[in-house]
């Protein structure tokens, strides 16, 4: 059967605190469709990790961990998180098996003063030859996320041509 634990720690607090979540609280469903057995990876119900955390916790938390896992089959995924500054500023190392395959990947996201409600939010996969970035994204506006710009989009490789510098040469 599977399993989700959450454990968190925060500055007033020297040992960690634990907790586990029904997976049918933990994970997103269609509340029209019959609820299905989990896997670890599916989809969160929310993004953030803070958002099943008690609200007292929230304002001074400076690590958390989530699990899933089947001892079944032995899958798991697992999120290890260190905030700074506020609950929006942080970095976390994820770890999988699922279905035999492995992966690790480091993410990080932080808010970006700049920009309405802006953050960013750059995940790479750290398990291989090299480093891959797979998502390098920045979203501002309401929410956060109103508008969005991924960063990974190619750029063109030949700059359109400047019709002002052109003129000046022409006369």
């Not at 605190?17 to 469903?29: E, K, M, R, S």
């Amino acid at each position: 059967m599977l399993t989700v634990t959450i454990k968190y720690r925060t500055a007033s607090q020297e040992a960690w605190t634990a907790f586990h979540v029904d997976p049918n609280d933990y994970f997103w469903h269609d509340q029209d469709s019959p609820v299905r057995p989990w896997k670890v990876d599916d989809t969160p119900m929310h993004d953030r990790i803070v958002e099943y955390l008690p609200l007292e916790a929230r304002a001074q938390l400076i690590a958390a961990v989530v699990r899933a896992s089947d001892p079944s089959n032995g899958d798991f995924w697992e999120a290890a998180y260190q905030f700074w500054n506020t609950v929006d500023d942080w970095v976390a190392v994820t770890t999988a098996r699922v279905g035999g395959e492995s992966w690790k990947e480091l993410i990080l996201s932080g808010t970006m003063p700049l920009l309405e409600n802006g953050s960013q939010v750059i995940r790479v996969r750290i398990d291989q030859e090299f480093p891959q970035i797979t998502m390098n994204t920045v979203m501002w506006g309401q929410n956060g996320d109103a508008q969005s710009r991924s960063l990974l989009e190619q750029a063109p490789t030949q700059a359109p041509p400047n019709k002002s510098l052109e003129r000046t040469r022409e006369g």
